[in-house]
């Protein structure tokens, strides 16, 4: 297959300096992509490979030689002489207050990668005291910015609530939620452009919603379930996947993915499926591809049901 | 854009409100009525989004009309704006002052923040809570909510900027017009008037209650709301107001604020018309020699910002007048405003000519009415006069002055999120670089200042850059305004020329009353430092400061005497950034929680400082050097001090000693000037 070639303006080429090690990139190479280059590993929560970084999160902080504040990889660009250091003290101190300010106010459970990070620098999530019991529904969303009721310190703050289930086909666990942006940037104007979630409230209280936090069946959203694909912390997921975890079911390990071309339309998406027991348990398409970028509409994300509907006497 | 909408229809009463701000609808696609021409084309789309920074001020319209935002009102200013709903919804929901759920018309803003709590703000609380329930809650006992017209609600509010007559409460009153009343300071017969009576009676036309001359329409009407004593005049605030010595004070309580003559009269307008005489590049040479640096926090050559900006090829350039003086403990951009707003008006041309701007955008404060009104008359006024507009004075120089009113955020006074603010969307810090020089509001290279420091560029002119620079010290030029409160004698706005000592200033407020001494002077308010009573020798001077490891940050100097709480005072401190986080990044969002839990645990005495300090220690560091902007990086600053500098808790004095190196540098950028303008120094 041929790769269409862009014809970007060449780039010049800028020597910078990463933990010591000098490396020449292309102007406007941002730290993480040089790092990647380079083979260190930084950890991210809310980079999205498909999206404008939102540098939210904070976990992927490196030191910027004489710079006052550490600097987010994810979006800061490389500049000739610059020097820095992505293991230092500094920026493991950042890293494991990150994670562990996150991990003692959110369900970090179905979020890969945190045990890792937790281990390798040492985050204890628990440190803060036992975690406050969660907001009944529909309370976090009713708060007024800029107000809140001060407890007693004894218990840690989080933003646990039940999970919102109002559509048959994927679920808003914000239990998980550690406001990375991405869905509403999918949601939005760098992707799907249909704006059915925006970030409501102010600090502690901010959270994901749609215009009065109405039910997704009374929103804008279209069930593109592009949101889905870019959440990394499993806030939103598929029903399929909600419930075989909430049964105990759901087994990665015993996922196969298959990677074809959706039927429904001549676009060409290419869809992955995720089998588990010969059951088709998620889609999503590969972020590299270059018709959807990851990027798919309702039918070819949702509209699978008919591929195992094998009659009566096969159904379990 | 294929938006897709509640259809709640809104009320006559909230359409007319969002129509006076927008001018009415032309066509079925921009939620007029459908006509038959607008089944065969499509209007609206670009048009109406390009008008997207009107998303604030038609939210404003509707909340002072009707006292909130229905579902129907919200669905009506989308639809004029093409404007999905949940991002008006997000828009709405990040501000204080809006309301998304039905609520009296009358809200009571009580300030609880430092200066007013170390006042007497406890008492007024209680008694509010007595008469109206708990904050939020509440109609008025003897008005029930089946006449929500009737009824008040109340909320506790961060420092409204009214500190030198702590204890402060601020009642707005939703209807046409809008009516305010200010009780500062507040007893509790004051109080009670600001909770009770009804909507006012006599509704008149705004800004006409001063009987002369119709004056141009306002926001607030003129009249405060029935039954409460009026405000007294802005010159106030000002102890030694008429004082000779004064430069940018000079005619506060000598001119009417509401007079384009008097400013005239009193030498307003020489300076506009000796910058025509020397041309943008001759301002901009004053402006660089005077050595002229911030005055909002950051203290970054205002010369540097404007040649930078003005030499930008890309064009339309903004100016944008910082006037969301929210820091606790600062109220010297509000006693400029309604005592000489004029003066505001013509240094904010002066800024737009030297820069090569056609427009300025002046963001003020929500909690200000006073102010809004002054500078909307003296707006119109200048623009009737031709000192606004096209050809001003005769020149060909063309500017004119937006004003942009904030709903109670402070983070909106950072000088990115000011441009999020304005744009209608979220408030919230945007990460540097590119700097507001290169890309600021709507992307175009903008020049933010603070209302203090551009008041400073016409006595520059005046003098000329190198006199001016000759007041003060040689690394801080001319004369500086310091915000007191809290334990003296005098509180009040207090002009010195940089060199002055933090004695000086103190004693020229009178020293504290007999029988007290200082425990401790918070320096640059709630993003600022302590400093104990036996530091009054530090020169309140830029590089002073920073060498005692405090800041002068936006002239706040907040007197705790021997009676303070002051752990009470630090909980306050923790409060306000929990509320005015804007929640984008892990470490303040989170970090402002986890630092204020553990205050109360320390309060509480169910913890000890063994355990908590290393605890605060170690989010605060990491707040400090992660956070995106200069509110989460100094969040820590005040809590640290008073742990390190002021000996609470009594750790041993072995602990790691005095406050951090960076202290002044991050300190800096929480105020509204801030974090790029630091980091670009660097």
């Given at each position: 297959m041929?790769?269409?070639?862009l014809?970007?303006?060449?780039?010049?080429?800028?020597?910078?300096?990463?933990?010591?090690?000098?490396?020449?990139?292309?102007?406007?190479?941002?730290?993480?992509?040089?790092?990647?280059?380079?083979?260190?590993?930084?950890?991210?929560?809310?980079?999205?490979?498909?999206?404008?970084?939102?540098?939210?999160?904070?976990?992927?902080?490196?030191?910027?030689?004489?710079?006052?504040?550490?600097?987010?990889?994810?979006?800061?660009?490389?500049?000739?002489?610059?020097?820095?250091?992505?293991?230092?003290?500094?920026?493991?101190?950042?890293?494991?207050?990150?994670?562990?300010?996150?991990?003692?106010?959110?369900?970090?459970?179905t979020?890969?990668?945190?045990a890792?990070?937790?281990?390798?620098?040492?985050?204890?999530?628990?440190?803060?005291?036992?975690?406050?019991?969660?907001?009944?529904?529909?309370?976090r969303?009713?708060?007024?910015?800029?107000?809140?009721?001060?407890?007693?310190?004894?218990?840690?703050?989080?933003?646990?609530?039940?999970a919102?289930?109002?559509?048959?086909?994927?679920?808003?666990?914000?239990s998980?939620?550690?406001?990375?942006?991405?869905?509403?940037?999918?949601?939005?104007?760098?992707?799907?452009?249909?704006?059915?979630?925006?970030?409501?409230?102010?600090?502690?209280?901010?959270?994901?919603?749609?215009?009065?936090?109405?039910?997704?069946?009374?929103?804008?959203?279209?069930?593109?379930?592009?949101?889905?694909?870019?959440?990394?912390?499993?806030?939103?997921?598929?029903?399929?996947?909600?419930?075989?975890?909430?049964?105990g079911?759901?087994?990665?390990?015993?996922?196969?993915?298959?990677?074809?071309?959706?039927?429904?339309?001549?676009?060409?998406?290419?869809?992955?499926?995720?089998?588990?027991?010969?059951?088709?348990?998620?889609?999503?398409?590969?972020?590299?591809?270059?018709?959807?970028?990851?990027?798919?509409?309702?039918?070819?994300?949702?509209?699978?049901?008919?591929?195992?509907?094998?009659?009566?006497?096969?159904?379990? | 854009?294929?938006?897709?909408?509640?259809?709640?229809?809104?009320?006559?009463?909230?359409?007319?409100?969002?129509?006076?701000?927008?001018?009415?609808?032309?066509?079925?696609?921009?939620?007029?009525?459908?006509?038959?021409?607008?089944?065969?084309?499509?209007?609206?789309?670009?048009?109406?989004?390009?008008?997207?920074?009107?998303l604030?001020?038609?939210?404003?319209?509707?909340?002072?009309?009707?006292?909130?935002?229905?579902?129907?009102?919200?669905?009506?200013?989308?639809r004029?704006?093409?404007?999905?709903?949940?991002?008006?919804?997000?828009?709405?929901?990040?501000?204080?002052?809006?309301?998304?759920?039905?609520?009296?018309r009358?809200?009571?803003?009580?300030?609880?923040?430092?200066?007013?709590?170390?006042?007497?703000?406890?008492?007024?609380?209680?008694?509010?809570?007595?008469?109206?329930?708990?904050?939020?809650?509440?109609?008025?006992?003897?008005?029930?909510?089946?006449?929500?017209?009737?009824?008040?609600?109340w909320?506790?509010?961060p420092?409204?900027?009214?500190?030198?007559?702590?204890?402060?409460a601020?009642?707005?009153?939703?209807?046409?017009?809008?009516?305010?009343?200010?009780?500062?300071?507040?007893?509790?017969?004051?109080?009670?008037?600001?909770?009770g009576?009804?909507?006012?009676?006599?509704?008149?036309?705004?800004?006409?209650?001063?009987?002369?001359?119709?004056?141009?329409?306002?926001?607030?009407?003129?009249?405060?709301?029935?039954?409460?004593?009026?405000?007294?005049?802005?010159?106030?605030?000002?102890?030694?107001?008429?004082?000779?010595?004064?430069?940018?004070?000079?005619?506060?309580?000598?001119?009417?604020?509401l007079?384009?003559?008097?400013?005239?009269?009193?030498?307003?307008?020489?300076?506009?018309?000796?910058?025509?005489?020397?041309?943008?590049?001759?301002?901009?040479?004053?402006?660089?020699?005077?050595?002229?640096?911030?005055?909002?926090?950051?203290?970054?050559?205002?010369?540097?910002?404007?040649?930078?900006?003005?030499?930008?090829?890309?064009?339309?350039?903004?100016?944008?007048?910082?006037?969301?003086?929210?820091?606790?403990?600062?109220?010297k951009?509000?006693?400029?405003?309604?005592?000489?707003?004029f003066?505001?008006?013509?240094?904010?041309?002066?800024?737009?000519?030297?820069?090569?701007?056609?427009?300025?955008?002046?963001?003020?404060?929500?909690?200000?009415?006073?102010?809004?009104?002054?500078?909307?008359?003296?707006?119109?006024?200048?623009?009737?006069?031709?000192?606004?507009?096209?050809?001003?004075?005769?020149?060909?120089?063309?500017?004119?002055?937006?004003?942009?009113?904030?709903?109670?955020?402070?983070?909106?006074?950072?000088?990115?999120?000011?441009?999020?603010?304005?744009?209608?969307?979220?408030?919230?810090?945007?990460?540097?670089?590119?700097?507001?020089?290169?890309?600021?509001?709507?992307?175009?290279?903008?020049?933010?200042?603070?209302?203090?420091?551009?008041?400073?560029?016409?006595?520059?002119l005046?003098?000329?850059?190198?006199?001016?620079?000759?007041?003060?010290?040689?690394?801080?030029?001319?004369?500086?305004?310091?915000?007191?409160?809290?334990?003296?004698?005098?509180?009040?706005?207090?002009e010195?020329?940089?060199?002055?000592?933090?004695?000086?200033?103190?004693?020229?407020?009178?020293?504290?009353?007999?029988?007290?001494?200082?425990?401790?002077v918070?320096l640059?308010?709630?993003?600022?430092?302590?400093?104990?009573?036996?530091?009054?020798?530090?020169?309140?001077?830029?590089?002073?400061a920073?060498?005692?490891?405090?800041?002068?940050?936006?002239?706040?100097?907040?007197?705790?005497?021997?009676?303070?709480?002051?752990?009470?005072t630090?909980?306050r401190?923790?409060?306000?950034?929990?509320d005015?986080?804007?929640?984008?990044?892990?470490?303040?969002?989170?970090?402002?929680?986890?630092?204020?839990?553990?205050?109360l645990?320390?309060?509480?005495?169910?913890?000890?400082?063994?355990r908590?300090?290393?605890?605060?220690?170690?989010?605060?560091?990491?707040?400090?050097?992660?956070?995106?902007?200069?509110?989460?990086?100094?969040?820590?600053?005040?809590?640290?001090?008073?742990i390190?500098?002021?000996g609470?808790?009594?750790?041993?004095?072995?602990?790691?000693?005095?406050?951090?190196?960076?202290?002044?540098?991050?300190?800096?950028?929480?105020?509204?000037?801030?974090?790029?303008?630091?980091e670009?120094?660097?």
């Open positions: 041929t790769e269409p070639v014809l970007a303006p060449p780039r010049r080429l800028i020597d910078a300096t990463i933990d010591g090690e000098p490396v020449r990139v292309p102007e406007g190479t941002t730290v993480l992509e040089a790092c990647a280059g380079a083979g260190t590993e930084i950890p991210t929560l809310c980079y999205g490979d498909t999206l404008t970084p939102r540098n939210a999160c904070r976990v992927c902080v490196v030191e910027v030689e004489g710079a006052r504040t550490l600097a987010p990889a994810c979006s800061r660009k490389l500049e000739p002489g610059m020097s820095v250091a992505t293991d230092s003290e500094r920026v493991r101190h950042s890293r494991r207050m990150v994670l562990e300010l996150l991990g003692s106010s959110v369900d970090l459970s979020t890969p990668g945190v890792e990070w937790n281990e390798r620098y040492g985050a204890d999530p628990d440190r803060f005291g036992p975690r406050a019991e969660p907001a009944a529904l529909g309370v969303d009713a708060r007024r910015a800029g107000e809140h009721e001060p407890g007693d310190g004894t218990e840690a703050e989080t933003v646990e609530q039940p919102k289930v109002d559509n048959d086909l994927y679920v808003r666990d914000y998980k939620c550690i406001m990375c942006y991405k869905c509403v940037d999918a949601c939005g104007d760098q992707w799907q452009n249909t704006f059915a979630i925006g970030v409501a409230g102010r600090g502690f209280d901010a959270r994901i919603s749609t215009e009065h936090d109405v039910s997704l069946p009374d929103s804008a959203c279209v069930y593109c379930g592009n949101c889905v694909e870019v959440c990394p912390t499993g806030a939103l997921s598929f029903a399929t996947e909600f419930e075989m975890r909430r049964e079911t759901w087994d990665e390990g015993r996922q196969t993915e298959t990677t074809t071309v959706c039927t429904y339309c001549g676009v060409g998406c290419n869809l992955t499926l995720h089998v588990q027991d010969n059951r088709i348990v998620k889609v999503t398409s590969p972020h590299d591809n270059p018709v959807t970028h990851g990027n798919l509409c309702i039918k070819g994300r949702f509209g699978f049901q008919h591929v195992q509907r094998r009659g009566e006497g096969e159904r379990r | 854009m294929d938006l897709r909408f509640l259809d709640e229809a809104p009320t006559a009463v909230e359409r007319d409100a969002v129509d006076a701000v927008l001018g009415p609808p032309e066509s079925g696609w921009d939620g007029g009525i459908r006509q038959d021409a607008d089944l065969r084309y499509a209007r609206g789309g670009h048009a109406s989004r390009e008008r997207r920074d009107l604030l001020p038609a939210l404003h319209a509707v909340n002072d009309r009707v006292g909130w935002i229905s579902r129907g009102a919200l669905d009506y200013v989308c004029r704006l093409t404007v999905p709903p949940a991002e008006a919804y997000a828009v709405a929901s990040f501000y204080a002052m809006f309301a998304l759920h039905e609520r009296p009358r809200v009571v803003h009580l300030c609880t923040d430092i200066a007013c709590a170390a006042a007497g703000s406890g008492a007024l609380r209680d008694r509010l809570a007595a008469r109206l329930g708990p904050p939020g809650g509440g109609h008025g006992p003897s008005r029930g909510a089946e006449a929500p017209d009737a009824a008040v609600t909320h506790e509010s420092c409204l900027g009214l500190c030198e007559r702590a204890p402060a601020l009642a707005l009153q939703a209807g046409d017009p809008a009516r305010y009343a200010v009780a500062a300071p507040a007893v509790a017969e004051d109080v009670d008037a600001l909770t009576g009804g909507p006012g009676t006599a509704p008149g036309p705004a800004g006409s209650g001063n009987g002369h001359h119709p004056g141009p329409r306002t926001t607030y009407a003129s009249a405060p709301l029935p039954g409460n004593r009026p405000e007294p005049a802005p010159a106030s605030a000002v102890p030694d107001a008429g004082s000779p010595d004064h430069v940018l004070l000079r005619r506060i309580g000598r001119v009417d604020p007079s384009l003559d008097d400013y005239r009269a009193a030498g307003g307008y020489a300076a506009l018309r000796e910058a025509l005489r020397i041309g943008p590049a001759g301002v901009l040479r004053e402006v660089n020699e005077s050595g002229l640096v911030g005055r909002g926090g950051a203290a970054f050559p205002t010369g540097r910002k404007w040649s930078a900006t003005a030499q930008q090829p890309d064009t339309p350039h903004y100016l944008v007048c910082n006037a969301d003086e929210s820091e606790p403990g600062t109220f951009d509000r006693v400029l405003m309604e005592g000489d707003p003066s505001l008006v013509e240094a904010m041309t002066i800024a737009g000519f030297a820069i090569g701007a056609r427009t300025g955008y002046l963001y003020i404060r929500g909690e200000y009415p006073r102010a809004l009104r002054h500078l909307e008359n003296a707006l119109a006024l200048a623009r009737e006069r031709g000192l606004l507009g096209t050809g001003i004075m005769g020149s060909g120089l063309d500017f004119d002055i937006e004003i942009r009113r904030g709903a109670g955020a402070y983070i909106c006074g950072e000088e990115t999120a000011i441009f999020g603010s304005i744009e209608g969307q979220r408030g919230e810090p945007r990460t540097k670089p590119p700097f507001p020089v290169e890309k600021g509001l709507f992307g175009k290279p903008t020049v933010v200042n603070n209302v203090e420091t551009l008041v400073n560029v016409l006595p520059i005046l003098m000329g850059g190198p006199a001016y620079a000759s007041v003060g010290t040689r690394d801080s030029t001319g004369p500086k305004l310091f915000c007191l409160s809290g334990g003296v004698r005098r509180p009040g706005l207090y010195l020329p940089f060199g002055a000592t933090l004695r000086d200033l103190v004693e020229a407020a009178g020293g504290v009353p007999g029988g007290r001494s200082i425990r401790a918070l640059g308010g709630a993003a600022g430092t302590f400093v104990r009573g036996d530091e009054l020798d530090i020169p309140l001077t830029f590089e002073g920073r060498a005692a490891g405090a800041s002068l940050g936006s002239g706040v100097v907040l007197v705790l005497d021997d009676t303070a709480d002051l752990l009470a630090l909980v401190v923790a409060a306000f950034f929990r005015e986080s804007c929640g984008q990044c892990v470490p303040c969002r989170v970090g402002t929680v986890r630092q204020e839990e553990a205050l645990r320390l309060r509480s005495g169910a913890s000890s400082p063994d908590e300090l290393p605890l605060l220690r170690e989010v605060g560091r990491a707040m400090r050097d992660a956070s995106i902007c200069g509110l989460g990086q100094t969040a820590w600053n005040a809590v640290e001090s008073a390190d500098r002021l609470l808790f009594a750790e041993p004095p072995s602990a790691p000693g005095g406050p951090r190196a960076t202290v002044e540098d991050t300190h800096q950028t929480a105020a509204p000037e801030s974090g790029a303008a630091t670009e120094a660097s």
